[in-house]
């Protein structure tokens, strides 16, 4: 079992930046794959970023890609969405979520979610 928590969530303009944390606490976090999905007003979940257990190995939505970067910290049990160059359509409330072993673009996939934070980013 795996409890997820985000912050880091808020208000920025556009061009701007933000660093999301989730932090997990329970076991073997360092066992879990990583991933940061998020969701507009009347969107469905997408996939923004995901990592693998160790952090050597990571995907990006092409919406992305180049100014996202994700990483962990397996000692303290976070997970970092580092956003950068941040536009009014990365709005949206942002989840992580953890899931065994494998790395996954698909949020079906993912067992454990946080209860996500919201980002808004304004023009």
């Known amino acids: 079992q795996v409890q997820l928590a985000e912050s880091g969530g808020g208000l920025v303009q556009a061009g701007g930046s933000l660093r999301l944390s989730c932090a997990a606490s329970?076991?073997?976090?360092?066992?879990?794959?990583m991933g940061w999905f998020r969701q507009a007003p009347g969107k469905e979940r997408e996939f923004v970023a995901a990592?693998?257990?160790?952090?050597?190995?990571?995907a990006f939505a092409d919406s992305v890609k180049g100014r996202f970067t994700i990483s962990r910290d397996n000692a303290k049990n976070t997970v970092y969405l580092q956003m950068n160059s941040l536009k009014p359509e990365d709005t949206a409330v942002y989840y992580c979520?953890?899931?065994?072993?494998?790395?996954?673009?698909?949020?079906?996939?993912?067992?454990?979610w946080g209860q996500g934070t919201q980002v808004t980013v304004s023009s």
């Open positions: 979520a953890a899931r065994l072993l494998a790395l996954s673009n698909y949020a079906r996939n993912y067992d454990y």
């Open positions: 329970g076991r073997s976090f360092s066992s879990y794959a």
């Open positions: 990592l693998t257990m160790s952090g050597g190995n990571t």
